[in-house]
């Protein structure tokens, strides 16, 4: 290809975008050396990274009923039977935070005034986003990088099972990551930023899910507190008069020595605190979308890291360091034979340097420029991997219908008849891509671990094809085929 060829190739705003595309994934991906290795800016995951999972499965039941009892009524007297906190989670069922067998809770609700219609061993979909909420907070919180957590939700929309992965970090540690709690701890400003200890998070016997007062319009969290805590806090409330003047001693929760909530107490409860302690508290935290999410977190935080539901570890397993280098080492010799091998067939079917050298510089371009995206959203575990090695088999597959459509019958079409022939080879492409899409996405949007992962990565591979590296090949190709 003659010099002025390259230059009026890369004034085409199609192959430019694709050479600015690779040089940026280069930069983002960042090879470099590090300790005398070679070392990238990639996330990997638990398989090339070396690590724990952990599975968990949740100690609860969602509950169908039937009763002919004022169904608040029902509730009421079903969590008193069973101790138990109970939620509506829709209109005839329940969500039973305590793990019960079902001739247990048949008998509970025939003595309530109902009647067991289903019975299914996990929690709701709301529940299960909350736990993966608090998870996710929790392992952020104390820097754990590479985890992730994903909630198994059958196809009735019921979670049993919630899996962290942890890359990079011991059995052992794990277990005490996933189970440790931060410290929880309320104080009441005393004078000016001088403030004095009321409770710890011990004294927190429950928390509630975010709840908006109806007629005030306002989200507040709602949880109770032990006897010893709500002595401690009235007592706390009268010493430091915040009962008569709380505005200049609010009370202040901390977790981890971080604050998390400052609000001064209510005039409604500063008059209960005359009167006598008070268990079940609210922590009100305003009206609108940004209430709710402050309520949402400040949850997370009354909890301290507990989850809402007890779980147990149904599942455990590891990836020593070593095993995930030696994984890296052969994913890298994996891709590298892939290109090596479909260059070779390519090669075998066109016999022409001017035609193969393209095709393959495209298709590592893509590649590329796919690892550079996933950088930022993905992380690369083996079946992200396997996603990239099949990205790169239907790239050459689409690049070989381009260049079989414009070489019909082994000849160089006119201007005019190139064109209308790329158009149709891209409208076989564009369908087909459509295609692996539509195939993906119950993937993407059902939480299958690391199927997910392999998913994104595909649909990922096939957009960037069709919208960036093919149509740039098809300038290139045209350009090769007018010398």
């Not at 931060?182 to 710890?200: P, W």
């Not at 001064?264 to 609210?282: E, F, M, T, W, Y």
């Not at 999410?293 to 539901?309: Q, S």
Request: glycine share 8%.
């Amino acid at each position: 290809m003659r010099a002025d060829d390259v230059k009026r190739l890369l004034r085409d705003w199609r192959v430019l975008l694709v050479v600015i595309l690779t040089i940026a994934s280069l930069i983002a991906i960042f090879p470099h050396i590090d300790d005398g290795k070679p070392a990238t800016a990639l996330q990997f995951g638990l398989d090339l990274e070396g690590g724990a999972w952990l599975q968990l499965e949740f100690k609860a039941v969602i509950a169908g009923f039937d009763t002919d009892r004022p169904v608040q009524d029902f509730v009421g007297d079903l969590q008193k039977r069973l101790d138990a906190e109970v939620y509506l989670v829709e209109e005839n069922k329940l969500e039973i935070r305590r793990l019960y067998t079902e001739p247990e809770l048949a008998s509970a609700f025939s003595a309530s005034g109902g009647q067991l219609v289903s019975y299914e061993q996990g929690v709701s979909r709301a529940t299960a986003d909350d736990v993966k909420r608090i998870l996710e907070d929790k392992l952020n919180s104390l820097g754990t990088r590479d985890a992730k957590v994903n909630t198994l939700t059958s196809l009735s929309g019921i979670a049993r099972y919630v899996r962290v992965e942890l890359a990079g970090v011991d059995m052992t540690t794990a277990r005490d990551i996933v189970g440790k709690q931060g410290k929880f701890e309320i104080r009441i400003v005393t004078s000016g930023n001088q403030t004095e200890h009321v409770l710890f998070g011990d004294a927190i016997t429950s928390v509630g899910v975010p709840e908006r007062d109806p007629q005030q319009g306002t989200w507040g969290v709602p949880f109770t507190l032990s006897d010893e805590g709500a002595a401690a806090f009235r007592r706390a409330a009268i010493d430091h008069n915040a009962v008569n003047d709380p505005d200049n001693h609010e009370l202040i929760m901390l977790l981890d020595n971080r604050s998390v909530y400052s609000a001064p107490l209510s005039p409604d409860l500063a008059n209960q605190l005359r009167s006598g302690p008070v268990r079940v508290l609210s922590a009100s935290t305003g009206a609108g979308q940004e209430a709710l999410d402050r309520a949402m977190a400040l949850e997370i935080h009354l909890r301290a890291g507990a989850l809402p539901v007890e779980v147990s570890v149904a599942g455990s397993g590891s990836v020593p360091a070593s095993l995930g280098d030696h994984f890296k080492t052969m994913c890298l010799y994996a891709g590298i034979l892939a290109v090596l091998t479909v260059g070779a067939v390519v090669y075998f079917r066109y016999r022409e340097p001017m035609v193969v050298f393209p095709m393959m510089a495209i298709n590592v371009a893509e590649i590329i420029i796919l690892l550079g995206i996933a950088r930022f959203i993905q992380q690369l575990d083996l079946a992200a991997i396997a996603g990239i090695i099949a990205v790169l088999g239907t790239g050459i597959d689409q690049l070989v219908v381009i260049t079989d459509e414009v070489l019909h019958e082994g000849r160089v079409p006119s201007p005019n008849l190139y064109l209308k022939r790329l158009s149709r080879a891209l409208g076989i492409i564009v369908v087909a891509a459509a295609t692996v899409v539509i195939a993906m996405l119950p993937l993407v949007l059902m939480d299958l671990s690391t199927l997910r992962g392999f998913a994104i990565v595909t649909i990922i591979g096939v957009l960037i094809g069709v919208l960036v590296t093919r149509p740039a090949y098809g300038r290139i190709i045209m350009t090769i085929l007018s010398r």
